[in-house]
Structures are given as C-alpha cells and as structure tokens.
C-alpha cells in the first residue's frame, strides 16, 4: 500500500514537473511574441508621431496658399458668397482630424 | 548495547571489537557518528533545499522576458514633452527620434579609414576636428547631434565599433515661423527656452510622463496665417519695422491668434536678432494713443459725468506748461461725445477726461488690468510704464493715450471687457471648454458697454475706422496713432500705428488688433501712415477672411426678426449722434 502511494506520488511529481516545464516553455514563446509585438506598437506609434508632423509640415497654409493659387483657379470666398443652414452658424467648427489620432488611442 | 550488538549480528561483523575496548565504548563511538551524519546530512539537505528553490525561481518564475531581452532590441522611450496642437489639432510642436554619434577613439584601429568614412557621410563635417578627437585620449566624444534616419543608417552600415549612435529626441516645429512667438523653443536638452515652451514648461514633461495627449491652445491655424500674411503684406508695403496682431475671443479670453512680426525660426532661434525674437504683442509696451479714447469715454458715461450727448469744446488747442494738444485733422468746433470718437479729438478727449478726474481715471484703468503684468501663458509679459507723479497734464495725455504705456495684449483684453457687456477677460493661450465660465469681475455696466458698442461701431462707419468696414459685417473699432518717444523727445514721422476691431458689433464674438511700428506713407495711402490707412485695413482683410470661417453668418442674411440696430442719425444741429 506504502509503497503504491510512493511510486504514484512520484509518477505525479514527474509528470507535473513535465508539465510545468511545457506551460514555462510556452509562456516564454508567448512573452517573447507579447515583446516583439509591444516593440511593433511603439515602432508605429512612433512612425505615426514622424508621419504627423511632416502631414502638419505639408499642410502649411502659406504652402497650401502657394498651391492653389500656383494650380487653382479659385478666389478669395467673399462673405456674402457663404449661405449658412439655420443653427449651422456656431462658431469656430473643427474641420481638421488629427491623423492617426485612432490608432495611438 | 543490544543495539551494538545486533548490528553487528545485522552486518555479519565477525570482526572482533577492537583490543582493549569494550561493547560500551564502541557504542558511545557510534553515537558520536551517528552525531555527525545527522549533522552532515541535515547541511546537504539545507544545500540541495536551496539549489532546488533557486532551480523552481529561475525556472518557473522567472524574470519577465522584457522587450529588452527578445532578440537584443532596445526599447523605444516615449516622448518625454507633450506634444503642442491648435484648438482644432493641428499640430504645432512634436518630439521626433534621431540620433545623436559619439566615437570611441579606443575602439577605433584605422583612423584614416574611419575619418573618410565620416566625411563620406557628412559632407560638411570639419574633419580635422574630427582626427583631433580621435587622436586624443579622450573615452568617448560627441560628435554630431540630431543625425538624420539616412545618416544613421550609414553610420550603423559602416559596422565601425568605436562609432555608436544613442537615440535621441528633437522638438520639431512643423508651422516654422508662424507660430514662433507664441509656442516658442527649446533648448537642446527638451527645455523650453521661450513661448509657451517655456511658461508651461513643467506641465508638458507631467503630460508625457502620464500619457495625457497633446496640449491644446487656444490658437487656429487657420486664423494665425490669415493675420500673419495681413500684417506681413501691410509691413511690407509701408517699410514698417516691425508689427503684431491678435484675435481674441472677447468672452473667454482665448486668443485665436497672435503674431508678431518679424519672426524667426525656432529651429535656429540662435541665427536670430534680438528684434526677431521680441515679441511686440505680449513683452512690447507702447503708448498706444487714439485707441485709449474710448475708456476716456466709458469711464464718463459709466460713472454719469458725461452723457451722450454732451459737447466738449475742440475749438483750439489746449496748453498745459509747456506743452501744446492739438488735433490731428481739428474740427475747430464743440463736439459730442460720439463726435470725439469719430474724429479723434484730442482736445475734447482730454477735456472730459479732466471732468472724470485723475482718481478715477486712475481707478477706472486699474480695474481694466493697464497697470498690472497680465498672467498669461507667456513668459515674455511686459510690465506697464505708468507715470510716477499723475498730474493734470498726465489725466489729460492718458485721456487720448499718451504717457502711459501699456502691451497691445493688455489694449485687445481691455477693448473685450468693453464690449463683451462689461466684464474684465484674463487672456488666455489655451482652449477652454465651449462655455467655460472663466473668473470675471464687471468693469463697467452692460448699459455703458451697449453704448461703447455703438459708439465704436460708428468710428468704423463714419470716423477713422472705415477702411475696417467689412461688406455684410458689421464691424466696431477704434484706430490709434501715437508719435514713438525716442530719448524722451516725441518724434513726428516714427509712429506706433494701431486699431482694435470687434466683429460682430452688435454681438460681440472676436476682436482684432492690429499694429505698425513706425510705418512709412506710399502712393496708394497718399503719403498717410496713420492708423486709419495702415492699422485699420489689415484688421478689415482679416475679419473679411476669418468671419465665415469662424462660423459667423454675415449680418446681410440675418434672420429678420433680428435687424440690424440703426446706429447713426443726424441730429437737429448737423452733428451725428448714437442712439440706443
């Protein structure tokens, strides 16, 4: 009976040893993989960060000015040119959408 | 001793006890042994418990396998200043990754191969510099900072050890020079040096560390360029030194735009003049002249020492000592209160304000915030210049603005609590929430401001404002001309030339400042250089230009019901007069 108890209380011991072993492996290849994976975010949140400023840098209104007025034939709108709908006219409006604002959230 | 002898029996040890010791003998010895194998056993036991410990640390607990630790790469720190973005996003100030190269003289072995890599890489390195700190015994030397990602990647591609790349952060301004006053620089180390870089410094770094998103001004880029090229376009053409404008919101106190010109780069603030770098709207302190007349006004009409229609006497000069007021244009007549606004009379503004009194006066411009240093998220705030001794003949200068010298940031906040219904505005660089009640104190009664709105409505439709007039809007103002005094002598043809705009009168929303310092007449202003043809046109350009975009309808497809308030009227003597 003793000696029953003993060789399966060691086959446990073995095989939970076993096993450990196996879950220790795989959290290290999951770790490893969590670890590139973090690295590729901050990569991008990075190139994200480079790709703003030079949109922010291309976006220049003296450069958009020169543009349109080298490639357009548009003129100034006069203010009696714009139509507004009714409870439209709020006040300053956000046209602009930070560019990959999303992504870095 | 049973015990001894059984085991003796158990090992069949037929060995005889050693000669001359006895079965008791030999068995205090074998207790003695038994004594210390335990000990023994108990030491190993104490050993492989410690090995196994360690084993199940290292190998089931582990250390966290860090970014550090996967395939050698090095982690990426996160910007350490926040980024700068206007109130709609766009982005004014960011931190950018380069790199900075430092050489390792010891690590190098074929100096002359190294110093022709470089100089292959950099084509404008000075390489004898270079073969100096090689040559030297210095450990490790910095040479190059801000490395752009091409120059790196040749570097890394030279696979030369004694040359390594540390990463490395640079504050890059995309908008260059158009917001150069108001975000300011830094220095190489990430500290801010000037502008809002500067003023909320400590605030930038606290917003990177805890990952609070970019800082928002109160500033639109939009609004910015527009009063940017205005004012460079008027500069340009009247060979003015230099200029500055703001918008401000005249409820909150944000301001939309300020630029002062001219500008510099903040990539190089270090190639630039001192007048590049001083900022006339917010350090600058000019007496600032005509635009000072309607607080003369308003304190009359607020504390009833004048009505409306009241005349002063303009009829000549005034000599107080040794001075002489005179009137630009006179109009050698008494004039009403309106009428001292429409044709700026000096003579009549400072007879009334002579009637308010120096105490008052003096009051009255205190609570307006005109001898105080404004708080504002600048560090480049100027101080007034306030007369010592306040006489008569201060009361009478400080009346049509002169003897007192004020930034034009104090003159467009004070302009927003004279028409925003009388409560004082604490200017502000950044974005309040949509209807945010800031701190506000009423400065003169909703009344006096009512009239003040009319009142400088007519400068603009019938006075020295009208090249402000903006078809569909309507537009309020007043413009300001004051001789600069240099060396204590007021000199005639240097001028500080000035107008604040408010738009929509009738419901106040933004103010407009625009101002010259020491413009020159041209053909087209028929030699003039005075407020009215060099201040007051760019502050008309630029309401025509930000009106609709700042989503204010124009006043010609108003609703109806709502009609525009008929201002001026003749009244039976010929003079024009405001009504409520």
Not at chain 2, 205 to 229: C, K, N, W
Not at chain 2, 230 to 254: K, N, P, Q, Y
Not at chain 2, 400 to 423: D, K, R
Not at chain 2, 448 to 469: D, F, H, N, Q, W
């Given at each position: 009976m003793m000696r029953h108890l003993v060789l399966i209380s060691i086959a446990a011991f073995v095989l939970s040893m076993l096993a450990l072993f196996l879950v220790k492996h795989e959290v290290r290849g999951l770790e490893r993989e969590l670890a590139a994976l973090e690295l590729d975010r901050q990569r991008h949140v990075e190139a994200i960060r480079v790709l703003r400023s030079e949109w922010s840098y291309l976006t220049r209104p003296a450069r958009i000015?020169?543009?349109?007025?080298?490639?357009?034939?548009?003129?100034?709108?006069?203010?009696?040119?714009?139509?507004w709908l009714p409870g439209q006219a709020t006040g300053p409006s956000a046209l602009v959408t930070p560019i990959g604002g999303e992504l870095e959230r | 001793m049973r015990d001894l002898a059984i085991r003796r029996w158990w090992r069949r040890d037929r060995s005889p006890l050693p000669p001359g010791e006895t079965v008791a003998a030999a068995s205090a010895r074998l207790e003695r042994a038994r004594g210390r194998l335990l000990a023994t056993g108990v030491l190993f036991l104490l050993c492989f418990g410690a090995l196994i410990v360690r084993t199940l640390d290292v190998a089931v607990i582990g250390a966290p396998v860090g970014i550090t630790g996967a395939g050698g790469v090095s982690a990426l720190n996160p910007a350490a200043r926040a980024d700068i973005v206007d109130r709609n996003g766009v982005l004014l100030a960011s931190n950018l990754p380069t790199h900075a190269l430092y050489v390792e003289p010891g690590k190098i072995f074929d100096r002359e191969d190294a110093i022709a890599a470089l100089g292959r890489v950099f084509p404008d390195l000075d390489l004898e510099r270079v073969a100096s700190l090689i040559a030297s015994d210095r450990k490790t030397a910095l040479l190059r900072h801000n490395l752009t990602p091409e120059q790196a990647h040749a570097i890394n591609r030279l696979g030369n050890p004694g040359l390594w790349l540390e990463r490395q952060e640079q504050r890059f301004y995309p908008q260059g020079r158009l917001f150069a006053h108001v975000v300011g620089f830094t220095d190489v180390d990430n500290r801010g040096l000037a502008g809002v870089e500067k003023a909320v410094d400590a605030e930038l770094r606290q917003r990177a560390e805890a990952q609070q998103g970019p800082l928002a001004l109160s500033l639109d880029i939009r609004v910015q360029h527009v009063l940017a090229e205005a004012l460079t376009e008027t500069m340009t053409a009247h060979r003015a030194l230099g200029a500055a404008g703001m918008v401000m919101d005249v409820e909150t106190g944000e301001l939309l735009a300020l630029v002062s010109l001219p500008s510099f780069d903040p990539k190089g603030p270090d190639r630039s003049s001192a007048e590049q770098l001083f900022n006339r709207a917010t350090l600058g302190t000019y007496e600032l002249g005509s635009t000072f007349k309607p607080f003369t006004v308003a304190m009359a009409l607020d504390r009833?020492?004048?009505?409306?229609?009241?005349?002063?006497?303009?009829?000549?000069?005034?000599?107080?000592?040794?001075?002489?007021?005179?009137?630009?244009?006179?109009?050698?007549r008494w004039l009403t209160v309106p009428e001292i606004l429409i044709h700026s009379s000096n003579i009549a503004a400072a007879r009334l304000a002579v009637e308010v009194g120096a105490e008052r006066q003096k009051s009255f411009l205190d609570a307006f915030g005109m001898f105080d240093r404004i708080p504002f998220e600048l560090s480049e705030r100027g101080w007034p210049i306030v007369p010592r001794r306040w006489s008569e003949h201060t009361t009478m200068t400080v009346g049509f603005g002169h003897g007192l010298a004020v930034t034009p940031l104090h003159l467009i906040a004070s302009y927003a609590a004279l028409v925003n219904g009388g409560m004082a505005v604490t200017p502000t660089l950044l974005k309040q929430e949509p209807g945010a009640h800031l701190v506000q104190n009423r400065v003169i009664s909703a009344e006096t401001s009512a009239i003040m709105r009319m009142l400088l409505y007519t400068v603009v439709a019938e006075g020295t404002g009208k090249k402000a007039a903006v078809p569909g809007y309507l537009v309020g103002g007043k413009t300001g001309t004051a001789e600069k005094a240099i060396g204590g002598q007021y000199k005639r043809d240097s001028m500080i030339t000035n107008f604040v705009g408010v738009f929509p009168i009738d419901r106040p929303r933004y103010a407009v400042l625009a101002l010259m310092d020491e413009p020159k007449g041209t053909e087209e202003t028929f030699g003039f250089a005075t407020a009215g043809w060099t201040a007051a046109p760019v502050a008309g350009a630029v309401i025509e230009r930000i009106a609709p975009l700042l989503g204010i309808p124009a006043a010609i497809e108003r609703d109806e019901s709502e009609e525009a308030p008929s201002i001026v009227w003749e009244s039976a003597e010929g003079g024009r007069h405001a009504s409520l």
């Amino acid at each position: 009976m003793m000696r029953h108890l003993v060789l399966i209380s060691i086959a446990a011991f073995v095989l939970s040893m076993l096993a450990l072993f196996l879950v220790k492996h795989e959290v290290r290849g999951l770790e490893r993989e969590l670890a590139a994976l973090e690295l590729d975010r901050q990569r991008h949140v990075e190139a994200i960060r480079v790709l703003r400023s030079e949109w922010s840098y291309l976006t220049r209104p003296a450069r958009i000015a020169s543009l349109a007025a080298r490639h357009l034939p548009l003129e100034q709108v006069q203010p009696a040119q714009v139509r507004w709908l009714p409870g439209q006219a709020t006040g300053p409006s956000a046209l602009v959408t930070p560019i990959g604002g999303e992504l870095e959230r | 001793m049973r015990d001894l002898a059984i085991r003796r029996w158990w090992r069949r040890d037929r060995s005889p006890l050693p000669p001359g010791e006895t079965v008791a003998a030999a068995s205090a010895r074998l207790e003695r042994a038994r004594g210390r194998l335990l000990a023994t056993g108990v030491l190993f036991l104490l050993c492989f418990g410690a090995l196994i410990v360690r084993t199940l640390d290292v190998a089931v607990i582990g250390a966290p396998v860090g970014i550090t630790g996967a395939g050698g790469v090095s982690a990426l720190n996160p910007a350490a200043r926040a980024d700068i973005v206007d109130r709609n996003g766009v982005l004014l100030a960011s931190n950018l990754p380069t790199h900075a190269l430092y050489v390792e003289p010891g690590k190098i072995f074929d100096r002359e191969d190294a110093i022709a890599a470089l100089g292959r890489v950099f084509p404008d390195l000075d390489l004898e510099r270079v073969a100096s700190l090689i040559a030297s015994d210095r450990k490790t030397a910095l040479l190059r900072h801000n490395l752009t990602p091409e120059q790196a990647h040749a570097i890394n591609r030279l696979g030369n050890p004694g040359l390594w790349l540390e990463r490395q952060e640079q504050r890059f301004y995309p908008q260059g020079r158009l917001f150069a006053h108001v975000v300011g620089f830094t220095d190489v180390d990430n500290r801010g040096l000037a502008g809002v870089e500067k003023a909320v410094d400590a605030e930038l770094r606290q917003r990177a560390e805890a990952q609070q998103g970019p800082l928002a001004l109160s500033l639109d880029i939009r609004v910015q360029h527009v009063l940017a090229e205005a004012l460079t376009e008027t500069m340009t053409a009247h060979r003015a030194l230099g200029a500055a404008g703001m918008v401000m919101d005249v409820e909150t106190g944000e301001l939309l735009a300020l630029v002062s010109l001219p500008s510099f780069d903040p990539k190089g603030p270090d190639r630039s003049s001192a007048e590049q770098l001083f900022n006339r709207a917010t350090l600058g302190t000019y007496e600032l002249g005509s635009t000072f007349k309607p607080f003369t006004v308003a304190m009359a009409l607020d504390r009833g020492i004048a009505g409306i229609e009241d005349s002063y006497d303009a009829t000549q000069p005034i000599r107080v000592s040794r001075h002489l007021i005179r009137d630009h244009r006179p109009e050698n007549r008494w004039l009403t209160v309106p009428e001292i606004l429409i044709h700026s009379s000096n003579i009549a503004a400072a007879r009334l304000a002579v009637e308010v009194g120096a105490e008052r006066q003096k009051s009255f411009l205190d609570a307006f915030g005109m001898f105080d240093r404004i708080p504002f998220e600048l560090s480049e705030r100027g101080w007034p210049i306030v007369p010592r001794r306040w006489s008569e003949h201060t009361t009478m200068t400080v009346g049509f603005g002169h003897g007192l010298a004020v930034t034009p940031l104090h003159l467009i906040a004070s302009y927003a609590a004279l028409v925003n219904g009388g409560m004082a505005v604490t200017p502000t660089l950044l974005k309040q929430e949509p209807g945010a009640h800031l701190v506000q104190n009423r400065v003169i009664s909703a009344e006096t401001s009512a009239i003040m709105r009319m009142l400088l409505y007519t400068v603009v439709a019938e006075g020295t404002g009208k090249k402000a007039a903006v078809p569909g809007y309507l537009v309020g103002g007043k413009t300001g001309t004051a001789e600069k005094a240099i060396g204590g002598q007021y000199k005639r043809d240097s001028m500080i030339t000035n107008f604040v705009g408010v738009f929509p009168i009738d419901r106040p929303r933004y103010a407009v400042l625009a101002l010259m310092d020491e413009p020159k007449g041209t053909e087209e202003t028929f030699g003039f250089a005075t407020a009215g043809w060099t201040a007051a046109p760019v502050a008309g350009a630029v309401i025509e230009r930000i009106a609709p975009l700042l989503g204010i309808p124009a006043a010609i497809e108003r609703d109806e019901s709502e009609e525009a308030p008929s201002i001026v009227w003749e009244s039976a003597e010929g003079g024009r007069h405001a009504s409520l």
